[in-house]
C-alpha cells in the first residue's frame, strides 16, 4: 500500500470516528425527558443540585448519609417532593431519606428505611399516566404484605407497590398498579409477577394508566399480569407519596434513584425513549433500545461528515 493510499485510509477513520461521535452526541441530545410532552414530575436522585437538608431548599447535600427533607421536581412544574406531614394529627411524620452516593449504576440515590418519606399535597393527577422509577429493594421478596414506590397523597389512594404476600386480590412477589379507590378491585389496576430479582439489583418500573390501559414493563419488557380491569379512568387525586402510603405505612425498604411521571400513557416510541435513557444512565440491562436519530439528526451528520471531508483534502 503506497503512502497516499494510507494517508487516505487514515483520513477516512478520522471522518469515521468524528462522525460518530457526532451520531452519539446528537443522539444524546435527542433523550431530553423535557422534550416529550405531558412531563409532569421528574425527580431524580444522580443530580445533587436538586437535593437538600432542609425542606426550605436553603442547604445541598453534599456528603453520602446526608438527610434528604427536599427533593426539586426537574419537569419545570414545580411538583417538589418534601418531608412527609401526615395526613391526620395521629400519623406521626417519619423521619427522611438518607442520600447514597454510589447507589445504583454508580449513581447516586434517596435511601429509605421502611420508616422514611417524601410527599407533595398539591400534585394533580391526570386522568391517565405513565410512571417511570428506577428503583432497588432490599429484599425483593418480602415477608408479608407490600411496600409502596408511589401513591396519591390521600386515602383511597392511587399507586405502585411491590408486593411481599397474598393479599386483597393479589399475589406474592408483583407489581401492582392502581388507579381508584383502593382497596376496592377498582379499575384501572393491574398486578404482574416481576419473575427472579437479586436483592439491592436495580429495575426500571414502567406503569401506564388510563381507562383502556394498565400495563407494567419491568426493564422494557412487558409483564404478563395475573389481573387486570379497565374501563374507568383514573379517579381526581392530589398530591404523592415518595416510599409510602397515605397513612405513612408500608414505606419503602431500598433506594429510589428517579421518579418520572407524565400525564398521559406515552407511544411505544416515547416509552422507549424514556426508558433507554434510565437504561443507560443506570447500567440497567434491559430490552430498551437505542432510539433512532431523527431526520435532523442524519442531515447532521451527514453535513458535518462532508465538511470534515472538505476540510481535509
Known sequence: ??????????????????????????????????S??????????????????????????????????????????????????????SVPTPSVPTYTTSALGGKSALTFNGSQGLSNGTYAWSSSVNIFAVVSANSWSTANGYTYVLTS???????????GG?????????????????????????NAPFGTLSNGQAAILDVSLSSTVADIALNGSLLTPTYRSL??????????????????????Q??????VIFDRVLSDSEANEVGSYLQDKYGITGA?????????????????AVLLLRRRR
Do not use: C
Request: no cysteine; aromatic share 8%; proline share 4%.
Open 36 to 89: 416529550i410532552s405531558g412531563l409532569s414530575v421528574w425527580l431524580d436522585g444522580s443530580d445533587a443540585s436538586t437535593l437538600f437538608k432542609d425542606a426550605a431548599g436553603t442547604t445541598q447535600v453534599s456528603a453520602n448519609g446526608d438527610q434528604v427533607a427536599l427533593w426539586r421536581d426537574k419537569s419545570g412544574n414545580n411538583n417538589n417532593a418534601v418531608a412527609w406531614v401526615g395526613s391526620t394529627p
Open 288 to 304: 430498551y433500545a437505542i432510539p433512532e436519530p431523527s431526520s435532523l439528526g442524519l442531515l447532521l451528520l451527514g453535513g458535518g
Open 1 to 34: 500500500m503506497n503512502m497516499r493510499s494510507q494517508t487516505m485510509m487514515t483520513k477516512a477513520t478520522r471522518i469515521l470516528t468524528l462522525a460518530l461521535l457526532m451520531f452519539a452526541s446528537v443522539a444524546s441530545a435527542a433523550t431530553s425527558l423535557t
Open 254 to 259: 431500598g433506594n429510589i434513584a428517579e421518579l
Open 231 to 252: 374501563g374507568a379512568s383514573l379517579s381526581s387525586r392530589t398530591g404523592f407519596n415518595v416510599a409510602g402510603n397515605a397513612l405513612g405505612e408500608q414505606a419503602w
Open 153 to 163: 397523597a390521600e386515602p383511597n389512594y392511587a399507586g405502585i407497590a411491590l408486593t
Open 166 to 190: 397474598a393479599h386483597d386480590g393479589w399475589n406474592a412477589n408483583e407489581v401492582l398498579a392502581f388507579g381508584n379507590n383502593w382497596p376496592s378491585p377498582a379499575s384501572p389496576r393491574v
